[in-house]
Each structure stands twice: as structure tokens, then as C-alpha cells.
């Protein structure tokens, strides 16, 4: 099995790096008690900008589904 390891905090700049954290620990603990985690991020655009708007997170832990939805301030 292979297995990648990487933050968040490289990737996006502009968000409420507090709520990524909490979920980037909660990936981290999960992955130490030998649990699977899976994510997904999908980008938000509102309108014609290019600007993110939001990231919508899909991850689960051993199955169990989560989603979060973080604005890029």
C-alpha cells in the first residue's frame, strides 16, 4: 500500500488555516491508529473571477464520509 503524506498549508494560502489544521490532525490521528483516510478537494469559483472562493473537502475515515466547506478569505 502506498501511502502519501503532505499538508495542506503548501497548497492554499488564503484560507482560515485554524480549521485546516484541526483537519489535517484529525487526518493525522486517524492515519496513527491504522485507520484508512481518503480525501478529495474540490475548488469553488463564484461568478467569472479566478479567484477561489471556496474548497469543498470530501474525506472519509474507515468509511465514515465527511464534508467540510472552507471560504478562501
Same mark, same amino acid.
Given at each position: 500500500?502506498?501511502? +502519501?503524506?503532505?499538508t495542506? $498549508? #503548501?497548497?492554499?494560502k488564503?484560507?482560515?488555516?485554524k480549521a485546516? $489544521?484541526a483537519?489535517e490532525?484529525?487526518?493525522?490521528?486517524?492515519? +496513527?491508529?491504522g485507520? *484508512?483516510? =481518503?480525501v $478529495?478537494?474540490? &475548488? =469553488? &469559483? =463564484? #461568478?467569472?473571477?479566478?479567484?477561489?472562493? &471556496?474548497?469543498?473537502?470530501? &474525506?472519509?475515515?474507515d #468509511? +465514515?464520509q $465527511?464534508?467540510?466547506? *472552507?471560504k478562501?478569505?
Amino acid at each position: 500500500m502506498q501511502t +502519501k503524506s503532505w499538508t495542506l $498549508k #503548501g497548497v492554499i494560502k488564503n484560507v482560515n488555516l485554524k480549521a485546516f $489544521k484541526a483537519i489535517e490532525m484529525e487526518w493525522a490521528d486517524a492515519k +496513527k491508529a491504522g485507520k *484508512i483516510v =481518503e480525501v $478529495k478537494i474540490n &475548488y =469553488e &469559483y =463564484e #461568478g467569472p473571477s479566478r479567484r477561489l472562493s &471556496y474548497y469543498n473537502i470530501q &474525506y472519509s475515515i474507515d #468509511g +465514515k464520509q $465527511k464534508v467540510v466547506r *472552507i471560504k478562501n478569505e
